[in-house]
């Protein structure tokens, strides 16, 4: 054999060496060398408990995924936060309507009910109180309270005028009680000279500071 052909049978016999190979490890093995493959196969060999056989030089750094799973971690998945729930919107509420009080005061000077300086009714001033008894009935069916306040000029000593007053409120409550009145609702007060409404330095004046208010309270709807 010549030069010629012993190169060729050399060149031949690489050939079929590089194929063996080729077969016995696939291309698409992934193989370390830290782990015994099979030839036939290039599969890790796994011992008895299913573990790969390693090399002598097997180290993480080589470490296959197929093989030791534990030294590569799935990446953590995070949840992401849970949505901030959002405040309920403030809902504007109308204020309830309040019931508010209403008065209607009368108000009846010394001249119409009583004599100078006394407190007795006279008999125009039990028709004065009749007639507005008859006029206010409605108001007074429904009233939550009626509140009766003598006055008087600034004449004379404070204590008296204070209880002439008081005694002149509490002649018109009990004829108001007379004519039907619901007693119960009926408060009575002197106030004497303490609030004028005119000039006590008149006679004008002083005669309109004698007087009797009659307030009738309510309640409006």
């Known amino acids: 054999m010549n030069k010629h052909e012993q190169a060729f049978e050399a060149t031949l016999a690489l050939s079929t060496l590089l194929a063996a190979t080729l077969i016995a490890f696939p291309a ?38 197929a093989c030791n799973p534990e030294l590569f971690p799935e990446p953590r998945v995070v949840a992401p936060p849970p949505p901030v729930a959002k405040p309920a919107p403030v809902v504007a509420v109308a204020p309830a309507l309040v019931a508010t009080p209403k008065s209607k005061v009368m108000v009846f000077q010394e001249a119409a009910l009583f004599g100078f300086d006394k407190a007795e009714l006279t008999p125009a ?32 000593a404070a204590e008296y005028n204070q209880q002439l007053s008081l005694r002149r409120a509490q002649a018109v409550r009990d004829y108001l009680v007379k004519l039907g009145g619901n ?30 208010e009659v307030d009738v309270v309510g309640t409006a709807k």
């Open 28 to 65: 698409h093995a992934q193989m370390s060398p830290g782990y015994v493959y099979d030839a036939a196969t290039g599969v890790a060999v796994r011992d008895g408990s299913r573990q790969c056989v390693r090399t002598m030089s097997w180290s993480k750094e080589n470490a296959t995924k």
């Open 125 to 156: 001033g039990q028709e004065a109180l009749r007639k507005y008894r008859e006029e206010a009935r409605a108001e007074m069916s429904t009233a939550s309270l009626v509140k009766i306040t003598g006055h008087t000029d600034s004449t004379g």
């Open 183 to 212: 007693p119960s609702i009926m408060e009575v007060a002197g106030m004497g000279e303490a609030n004028p409404i005119a000039d006590n330095k008149t006679a004008a004046g002083r005669a309109q500071n004698r007087r009797v």
